[in-house]
């Protein structure tokens, strides 16, 4: 079994900045990729941003230029720095990582509990 403790969120006013970490524990051979979702009420939830192992990153068109994703894969931890915030990035903000358990296993996908992120004035 996979955890992912997600951490940093909070309340921000409008062009401020928040950095969120997701440090992922127990049974991983490897990490293939680690990422941000989010969901805002009443929304579907949305990718936010993706890096692979290869340091290959992809990000939401809303949030290019403003929010930059790393990791470190020593510590299989992801980050998320989120700078000059909106009010419509407002949501849970969820962790995301395909892991591979064992050699052997197969990629299993496996979600953080969310982290709530709140911009306003």
């Known amino acids: 079994q996979v955890q992912l403790v997600e951490s940093g969120g909070g309340l921000v006013q409008p062009g401020g900045s928040l950095r969120l970490s997701c440090a992922a524990s127990?049974?991983?051979?490897?990490?293939?990729?680690m990422g941000w979702y989010r969901q805002a009420p009443g929304k579907e939830r949305e990718l936010v941003a993706t890096?692979?192992?290869?340091?290959?990153?992809n990000y939401a068109d809303s949030v290019k230029g403003r929010f930059a994703i790393s990791r470190e894969s020593a510590k299989n931890t992801v980050y998320l720095q989120m700078n000059s915030l909106k009010p419509e990035d407002t949501a849970v903000y969820y962790c995301?990582?395909?892991?591979?358990?064992?050699?052997?296993?197969?990629?299993?996908?496996?979600w953080g509990q969310g982290t709530q992120v709140t911009v306003s004035s």
């Open positions: 890096i692979t192992s290869y340091r290959s990153t």
């Open positions: 995301n990582a395909a892991v591979r358990p064992s050699l052997v296993a197969p990629l299993l996908q496996y």
């Open positions: 127990g049974s991983i051979y490897n990490i293939l990729t």
